[in-house]
């Protein structure tokens, strides 16, 4: 596509060409310029010319073409970065090179003029304004249902009545973007469910499952990514946690029976009420998993439920003029009830203007779907129609992200780097490259092309994903137009196809070519190497060949493998994106500074460090030395902190992101170097603990710093006036800080905090009572592992905004203030890892604040499945239901429990006696009661009930408090049977 050639060229130029700092490279300025122009005429007749035949016959041709005119340049440039001993006359692009270019870029004019002159119509494009940005107004695809409530009410009765206590398995099943995925999260995210469940977990199964990703989603538990552990240990670990406890497990978009084989022997089967909600496309797969009548097939909606869900589109609109109701409803009528259809068209008509002109065009570009009777063929047909109405930047966005594995999730921040390195942000007035990709973000959201995932503090999408027909779309039209080399069965992954390969996901081990290397001449050439492998220590390592001829004109490298040498990577002098794995014997860091030095566009450096064990990762240490700033250009650089850096020798400018930077390298001098820095990061050593305290005093000379991290291991960090600090500074994490609560008092006092971050011994204190006039900004609060935090003494009036609290790990810490009923800023509080009796008092602020009429507060349990301890009301709630059980059973099962074990003939008169049923009912209730009043405010393992036969029959519960050192037994309840039994155990 044309889009990705124009983008990438132009951007090139502004870089190397028309850049004041590379004024040397270019004889003649005049001719850079009209090429310049030329190209955006190019790109503005593509964008304007959508429905216009003779233009996208031209396409193809504009397309190599400029790709041409793009190789010819970079790799005149690459000799100019790679040999910087040349002459000056060595060192300036051919005047000739430019002039070609111009002539080859003015003959497409002519033609194009030709098309503009003829009386074929031009068909009008969107709103330019409406396609530079989106609106945060439209709800997420993801985020809509409709027609479904009476599915839901149904299925929500089936996973929390419980009409059996063994594992039930329950099955949504329908085509593809019919919305099981939707279902399925409205269901797991629905209170009654939450509430009912001890245990929750999700993962994505897919066409291609991956056995360890899933029992890590369903663990949830970041430490065991780290533990050298096998996959059956994982699959032990998750079981282990699973048993004894309710639990709801989604397994969606599951393809194959053999994946459901290997991964049910993890779900036990404790007669604890446990569900497994399942998501498939094929019903034999929901046959296998034995669903019995539990499996529900999703249909298409009706014309109404069609229309109502199209209208959802349109949040400020009430309603239509009727002339666009009607082409809107023909529009609907023609997408047959399939819900990612009618979000799409949707997409695409809420960026129109809203005309009866521009409607009625797209109605009748519509009608090729009424041709075809296959589903998947018309909802392919209608992605197609989509995209086809993107502006050209989007476009090249959009195919970019063929290059994310499907079910992957999109990390945002990551993603909108490599699209500014790839050129296809343009700068939009004075706003940063950044803010305008996030545009283009929110720009595919709206056109539900993207989901939206997880949100950041700041309030910033952090991760989105693509719904698994839209991202087969989009790779099969990044793989058409040679833009994408993937691994599949005609090419496998590691060889390296000519007839496509400008971004590869994988590093190239094997060229396929009759003639090697010697003719690597295409426009084909790798601008992106992705290579990602998604493992926490180093199984494989990276080892270049001599020969990466193919591999000069890169401009994005990033591997997650550790790199083994790097004497062959000497040369790729083009790079705006590098991110490089070391391991412990790998990749020698004077190779990287020599690459890194060579780079003059490099924009983003990302060093991470992969050892392999943890020990080892302790104990190693790297540095890079300021050779590593010769980059004009550089924006953002993300190191571990293991690495150690040396400041830059000169101004930065354009340095926005800097991670992690010593103590002692917080001076004035230092500061006045990177005066644009917006996020930073010190990372405080036990080599620091004397200069560690006064590191942030000098804090205020970096005016537009929005975001600080402090990671102070040993050393101590002093906090004095806030008025020190930068006056920006909207979000603050700090890490074993070991500070006191009168320190976090002044932090809030800094006029701009929204956001602040709490973790793992930053501090180390009882209690917390804030200043008045504090944290008139703060919107969200994380307290992360503070040990000794115990006592919170706080009214709504100390955080007067806040919105999002999040509490993990704090252990002594007994209840939320209970002012915070009155908060009615706050819409969410996530706990994970603290005592119930803490999860208890955020439930009371929530009820509190629905008694006042306010819905929008949510409580999220967000414990790890494997870090999760039963609580007393867990326990309470299971002692009347398992009385319930036998009350409503009745005879019936008091016949079943009692006749194999008794030793004695009795009559069955007895059996049929209603007394012991009543009488265990009544000592259950009142166990139940003196659990309520006597451990309301412990949490607690439940050990067993259990039905014995001595002298008497006996209910004992064992109960062990949380902190290990109370253990209370009840026994000796009096007898609730006469016959004798032996022992039965039940959880």
């Given at each position: 596509?044309?889009?990705?050639?124009?983008?990438?060229?132009?951007?090139?130029?502004?870089?190397?060409?028309?850049?004041?700092?590379?004024?040397?490279?270019?004889?003649?300025?005049?001719?850079?310029?009209?090429?310049?122009?030329?190209?955006?005429?190019?790109?503005?007749?593509?964008?304007?010319?959508?429905?216009?035949?003779?233009?996208?016959?031209?396409?193809?041709?504009?397309?190599?073409?400029?790709?041409?005119?793009?190789?010819?340049?970079?790799?005149?440039?690459?000799?100019?970065?790679?040999?910087?001993?040349?002459?000056?006359?060595?060192?300036?692009?051919?005047?000739?090179?430019?002039?070609?270019?111009?002539?080859?870029?003015?003959?497409?004019?002519?033609?194009?003029?030709?098309?503009?002159?003829?009386?074929?119509?031009?068909?009008?494009?969107?709103?330019?304004?409406?396609?530079?940005?989106?609106?945060?107004?439209?709800?997420?695809?993801?985020?809509?249902?409709?027609?479904?409530?009476?599915?839901?009410?149904?299925?929500?009765?089936?996973?929390?009545?419980?009409?059996?206590?063994?594992?039930?398995?329950?099955?949504?099943?329908?085509?593809?973007?019919?919305?099981?995925?939707?279902?399925?999260?409205?269901?797991?995210?629905?209170?009654?469910?939450?509430?009912?469940?001890?245990?929750?977990?999700?993962?994505?199964?897919?066409?291609?499952?991956?056995?360890?990703?899933?029992?890590?989603?369903?663990?949830?538990?970041?430490?065991?990514?780290?533990?050298?552990?096998?996959?059956?240990?994982?699959?032990?670990?998750?079981?282990?946690?699973?048993?004894?406890?309710?639990?709801?497990?989604?397994?969606?978009?599951?393809?194959?029976?053999?994946?459901?084989?290997?991964?049910?022997?993890?779900?036990?089967?404790?007669?604890?009420?446990?569900?497994?909600?399942?998501?498939?496309?094929?019903?034999?797969?929901?046959?296998?998993?034995?669903?019995?009548?539990?499996?529900?097939?999703?249909?298409?909606?009706?014309?109404?439920?069609?229309?109502?869900?199209?209208?959802?589109?349109?949040?400020?609109?009430?309603?239509?003029?009727?002339?666009?109701?009607?082409?809107?409803?023909?529009?609907?009528?023609?997408?047959?009830?399939?819900?990612?259809?009618?979000?799409?068209?949707?997409?695409?008509?809420?960026?129109?203007?809203?005309?009866?002109?521009?409607?009625?065009?797209?109605?009748?570009?519509?009608?090729?779907?009424?041709?075809?009777?296959?589903?998947?063929?018309?909802?392919?047909?209608?992605?197609?129609?989509?995209?086809?109405?993107?502006?050209?930047?989007?476009?090249?966005?959009?195919?970019?992200?063929?290059?994310?594995?499907?079910?992957?999730?999109?990390?945002?921040?990551?993603?909108?780097?490599?699209?500014?390195?790839?050129?296809?942000?343009?700068?939009?007035?004075?706003?940063?490259?950044?803010?305008?990709?996030?545009?283009?973000?929110?720009?595919?959201?709206?056109?539900?092309?993207?989901?939206?995932?997880?949100?950041?503090?700041?309030?910033?999408?952090?991760?989105?994903?693509?719904?698994?027909?839209?991202?087969?779309?989009?790779?099969?039209?990044?793989?058409?137009?040679?833009?994408?080399?993937?691994?599949?069965?005609?090419?496998?992954?590691?060889?390296?196809?000519?007839?496509?390969?400008?971004?590869?996901?994988?590093?190239?081990?094997?060229?396929?070519?009759?003639?090697?290397?010697?003719?690597?001449?295409?426009?084909?050439?790798?601008?992106?190497?992705?290579?990602?492998?998604?493992?926490?220590?180093?199984?494989?390592?990276?080892?270049?060949?001599?020969?990466?001829?193919?591999?000069?004109?890169?401009?994005?490298?990033?591997?997650?493998?550790?790199?083994?040498?790097?004497?062959?990577?000497?040369?790729?002098?083009?790079?705006?994106?590098?991110?490089?794995?070391?391991?412990?014997?790998?990749?020698?860091?004077?190779?990287?500074?020599?690459?890194?030095?060579?780079?003059?566009?490099?924009?983003?450096?990302?060093?991470?460090?992969?050892?392999?064990?943890?020990?080892?990762?302790?104990?190693?240490?790297?540095?890079?030395?300021?050779?590593?700033?010769?980059?004009?250009?550089?924006?953002?650089?993300?190191?571990?902190?293991?690495?150690?850096?040396?400041?830059?020798?000169?101004?930065?400018?354009?340095?926005?992101?800097?991670?992690?930077?010593?103590?002692?390298?917080?001076?004035?001098?230092?500061?006045?170097?990177?005066?644009?820095v917006r996020k930073l990061g010190i990372f405080c050593d036990d080599d620091h603990r004397e200069i560690g305290l006064n590191i942030l005093e000098n804090l205020h000379h970096l005016n537009q710093l929005e975001t600080l991290k402090v990671k102070a291991f040993r050393g101590k960090i002093c906090l004095r006036n806030p008025q020190v600090y930068p006056q920006n500074l909207k979000e603050l994490t700090l890490f074993h800080t070991r500070l006191r609560w009168k320190h976090i008092n002044i932090i809030g006092n800094m006029p701009s905090l929204q956001v602040l971050k709490l973790k793992h011994k930053a501090v180390c204190d009882k209690t917390w009572k804030p200043s008045d006039g504090g944290f008139r900004q703060l919107k969200f609060l994380l307290i992360d592992y503070c040990h000794q935090f115990q006592y919170w003494e706080a009214t709504p009036d100390n955080y007067p905004v806040l919105e999002r609290l999040v509490m993990r790990n704090c252990h002594l810490l007994k209840e939320i203030p209970s002012s915070f009923e009155d908060m009615i800023t706050l819409r969410l509080i996530e706990i994970s890892i603290c005592s119930s009796s803490l999860l208890a008092s955020a439930h009371r602020i929530q009820n509190a604040q629905q008694d006042l009429g306010n819905y929008g507060l949510k409580v999220r349990d967000t414990t790890p499945l494997s870090a999760r301890t039963p609580s007393t009301a867990l326990y309470v709630s299971r002692i009347t239901e398992f009385a319930s059980f036998v009350f409503l059973r009745q005879l019936a099962f008091f016949h079943q429990l009692q006749s194999p074990l008794s030793s004695e003939n009795e009559s069955t008169k007895s059996l049929h006696?209603?007394?012991?049923?009543?009488?265990?009912?009544?000592?259950?209730?009142?166990?139940?009661?003196?659990?309520?009043?006597?451990?309301?405010?412990?949490?607690?393992?439940?050990?067993?009930?259990?039905?014995?036969?001595?002298?008497?029959?006996?209910?004992?519960?064992?109960?062990?408090?949380?902190?290990?050192?109370?253990?209370?037994?009840?026994?000796?309840?009096?007898?609730?049977?006469?016959?004798?039994?032996?022992?039965?155990?039940?959880?």
């Amino acid at each position: 596509m044309a889009c990705v050639a124009l983008s990438s060229l132009m951007r090139t130029i502004e870089l190397d060409l028309l850049n004041p700092g590379r004024s040397a490279i270019v004889e003649d300025k005049e001719q850079v310029k009209y090429l310049y122009q030329s190209l955006g005429f190019l790109k503005e007749f593509l964008d304007k010319s959508k429905d216009n035949v003779a233009a996208k016959n031209l396409e193809p041709k504009i397309k190599d073409l400029v790709f041409q005119i793009e190789d010819r340049i970079e790799k005149k440039l690459q000799t100019i970065y790679s040999e910087p001993q040349r002459q000056k006359a060595q060192r300036r692009l051919p005047s000739t090179l430019l002039k070609q270019a111009i002539r080859d870029t003015e003959d497409l004019m002519g033609q194009i003029r030709k098309i503009l002159n003829s009386p074929v119509q031009d068909f009008p494009s969107a709103d330019p304004q409406a396609s530079c940005g989106g609106s945060s107004e439209h709800a997420a695809a993801s985020d809509v249902m409709e027609g479904r409530n009476r599915k839901f009410e149904k299925i929500r009765d089936e996973l929390i009545r419980n009409r059996s206590s063994g594992r039930e398995v329950i099955s949504i099943v329908g085509m593809g973007g019919i919305g099981k995925t939707t279902l399925a999260r409205k269901l797991y995210e629905d209170p009654l469910v939450l509430s009912h469940f001890d245990i929750l977990g999700w993962t994505v199964v897919s066409q291609k499952h991956d056995a360890r990703r899933m029992l890590l989603d369903l663990l949830n538990n970041e430490a065991a990514k780290i533990d050298e552990v096998t996959d059956g240990e994982l699959a032990e670990k998750l079981k282990k946690c699973l048993s004894g406890r309710r639990y709801l497990i989604v397994l969606d978009d599951i393809w194959s029976t053999s994946c459901w084989e290997g991964i049910q022997l993890c779900f036990p089967d404790d007669n604890c009420g446990s569900r497994i909600l399942l998501t498939s496309r094929h019903k034999e797969v929901a046959d296998f998993a034995d669903s019995g009548n539990r499996l529900h097939t999703l249909g298409f909606l009706n014309l109404e439920e069609s229309w109502n869900l199209f209208c959802k589109r349109f949040p400020g609109i009430q309603s239509f003029p009727s002339e666009l109701e009607t082409i809107g409803r023909h529009v609907v009528h023609k997408c047959r009830g399939l819900p990612i259809a009618i979000v799409v068209v949707a997409g695409v008509l809420s960026k129109l203007n809203k005309t009866v002109e521009e409607w009625k065009i797209f109605e009748n570009q519509t009608n090729s779907l009424v041709v075809t009777t296959d589903l998947s063929e018309q909802c392919s047909r209608i992605l197609n129609l989509s995209y086809n109405y993107l502006p050209l930047h989007l476009k090249a966005c959009f195919l970019y992200l063929s290059t994310v594995p499907q079910n992957k999730a999109i990390i945002v921040k990551r993603l909108v780097r490599l699209w500014i390195a790839e050129g296809f942000v343009e700068l939009i007035n004075s706003e940063r490259l950044e803010e305008v990709a996030h545009g283009y973000l929110q720009d595919l959201a709206d056109r539900s092309l993207i989901q939206i995932q997880k949100w950041r503090s700041s309030g910033k999408i952090k991760t989105c994903r693509m719904h698994d027909m839209v991202h087969e779309f989009c790779v099969r039209e990044a793989i058409k137009e040679k833009l994408l080399n993937v691994e599949n069965k005609q090419h496998p992954c590691g060889e390296l196809q000519q007839e496509g390969c400008r971004w590869l996901n994988f590093w190239p081990k094997k060229i396929i070519r009759r003639d090697g290397l010697r003719d690597l001449d295409n426009i084909y050439v790798p601008r992106s190497i992705l290579y990602l492998q998604h493992t926490s220590y180093a199984s494989e390592v990276i080892e270049p060949d001599d020969d990466l001829r193919w591999g000069l004109l890169l401009r994005v490298l990033e591997l997650s493998p550790p790199i083994t040498s790097g004497s062959s990577l000497n040369d790729l002098s083009l790079l705006r994106y590098l991110g490089i794995c070391l391991g412990d014997s790998s990749l020698p860091l004077g190779y990287l500074l020599h690459l890194v030095s060579r780079s003059q566009n490099l924009q983003t450096l990302i060093v991470s460090h992969k050892p392999s064990s943890i020990n080892d990762g302790l104990s190693s240490c790297h540095y890079l030395s300021s050779e590593m700033w010769a980059s004009q250009e550089l924006i953002h650089v993300e190191c571990s902190y293991l690495i150690s850096l040396d400041p830059p020798n000169e101004v930065k400018e354009k340095l926005h992101t800097l991670y992690w930077l010593s103590p002692r390298h917080c001076t004035e001098e230092v500061f006045s170097r990177i005066p644009n820095v917006r996020k930073l990061g010190i990372f405080c050593d036990d080599d620091h603990r004397e200069i560690g305290l006064n590191i942030l005093e000098n804090l205020h000379h970096l005016n537009q710093l929005e975001t600080l991290k402090v990671k102070a291991f040993r050393g101590k960090i002093c906090l004095r006036n806030p008025q020190v600090y930068p006056q920006n500074l909207k979000e603050l994490t700090l890490f074993h800080t070991r500070l006191r609560w009168k320190h976090i008092n002044i932090i809030g006092n800094m006029p701009s905090l929204q956001v602040l971050k709490l973790k793992h011994k930053a501090v180390c204190d009882k209690t917390w009572k804030p200043s008045d006039g504090g944290f008139r900004q703060l919107k969200f609060l994380l307290i992360d592992y503070c040990h000794q935090f115990q006592y919170w003494e706080a009214t709504p009036d100390n955080y007067p905004v806040l919105e999002r609290l999040v509490m993990r790990n704090c252990h002594l810490l007994k209840e939320i203030p209970s002012s915070f009923e009155d908060m009615i800023t706050l819409r969410l509080i996530e706990i994970s890892i603290c005592s119930s009796s803490l999860l208890a008092s955020a439930h009371r602020i929530q009820n509190a604040q629905q008694d006042l009429g306010n819905y929008g507060l949510k409580v999220r349990d967000t414990t790890p499945l494997s870090a999760r301890t039963p609580s007393t009301a867990l326990y309470v709630s299971r002692i009347t239901e398992f009385a319930s059980f036998v009350f409503l059973r009745q005879l019936a099962f008091f016949h079943q429990l009692q006749s194999p074990l008794s030793s004695e003939n009795e009559s069955t008169k007895s059996l049929h006696d209603e007394k012991p049923l009543n009488s265990l009912f009544e000592k259950l209730s009142s166990l139940q009661a003196f659990l309520q009043k006597e451990y309301n405010n412990v949490t607690v393992v439940f050990k067993s009930v259990i039905l014995k036969s001595k002298s008497q029959t006996l209910i004992c519960a064992q109960i062990k408090a949380e902190d290990d050192i109370d253990e209370i037994q009840l026994v000796n309840y009096e007898a609730l049977f006469s016959p004798k039994m032996e022992s039965v155990k039940t959880n």
